[in-house]
């Protein structure tokens, strides 16, 4: 089974410091995406990347960047953290093709706090 | 671009009874429909997926959602809930053309009572 694994479960960070949340996937995935999950909100798209050192931004990359130096890794940053940043992030990967057309596997999630 | 409506919020069904939740997407060819389950504190696991073929289409764990184009809909059915049915459920519809990543919906949380 495809095995996505996001480093930190529960974080707490102050306002203002850069915050990094990695996601490692195991399978040669080319297509990794990175989801904010928001009660009522559903998960809303922050970045993905088709391909090593390749990123697009998704419906709402303000606040936030990406990095991809290897396939099976993908970090989200946290430039400087702000309280609404407060929210459960989730990584996921998908087969390559279609974007559309991609079974994406998830991680278990990184809860992450901004005090 | 296409979009998602869970209508549902929040939808309470007694253990054994039957079990519909909606999806209604727009997208304006035939797209591909997904149904993704969260247990409380994890992630998104996939329960079935419509690319083509077949309207009525079988997933894990006894669920099934059949694809009728002519309402927009995929709605998941299951015939008879079992408590450690409790999650929320999140439709989602990718793009036949293009490479524009799946759209989620906002999701249902489903309670089971005994």
């Known amino acids: 089974d495809v095995k996505v694994t996001q480093s930190s479960r529960y974080l707490v960070k102050r306002t203002g410091e850069k915050v990094f949340l990695e996601c490692v996937q195991d399978?040669?995935?080319?297509?990794m995406f990175w989801y904010r999950q928001d009660p009522g909100l559903g998960l809303r798209l922050i970045y993905f990347?088709?391909?090593?050192?390749?990123?697009e931004k998704g419906d709402i990359p303000e606040g936030y960047s990406v990095s991809r130096e290897k396939k099976e890794r993908f970090s989200l940053i946290l430039e400087s953290a702000s309280t609404n940043q407060t929210s459960m992030y989730l990584c996921?990967?998908?087969?390559?093709?279609?974007?559309?057309?991609?079974?994406?596997?998830f991680g278990a999630g990184s809860r992450l706090t901004v005090l | 671009a296409q979009s998602v409506t869970q209508p549902d919020i929040h939808i309470t069904v007694s253990e054994g009874a039957s079990l519909e939740l909606r999806c209604n997407y727009s997208y304006g060819a035939t797209p591909y429909l997904f149904w993704y389950v969260q247990s409380p504190g994890q992630g998104l696991q996939l329960l079935l997926k419509?690319?083509?073929?077949?309207?009525l289409v079988q997933g894990i764990k006894g669920f099934e959602a059949e694809f009728k184009r002519s309402q927009s809909s995929f709605n998941l059915r299951k015939p008879s809930v079992h408590w450690s049915d409790a999650a929320e459920y999140f439709c989602a519809v990718g793009a036949y053309s293009g490479n524009t990543p799946l759209v989620f919906g906002k999701g249902t949380r489903l309670s089971v009572i005994a």
């Open positions: 399978m040669d995935h080319e297509n």
């Open positions: 996921a990967s998908g087969t390559s093709g279609r974007a559309g057309a991609n079974v994406l596997t």
């Open positions: 419509y690319f083509s073929g077949d309207t």
């Open positions: 990347s088709y391909d090593v050192k390749m990123k």
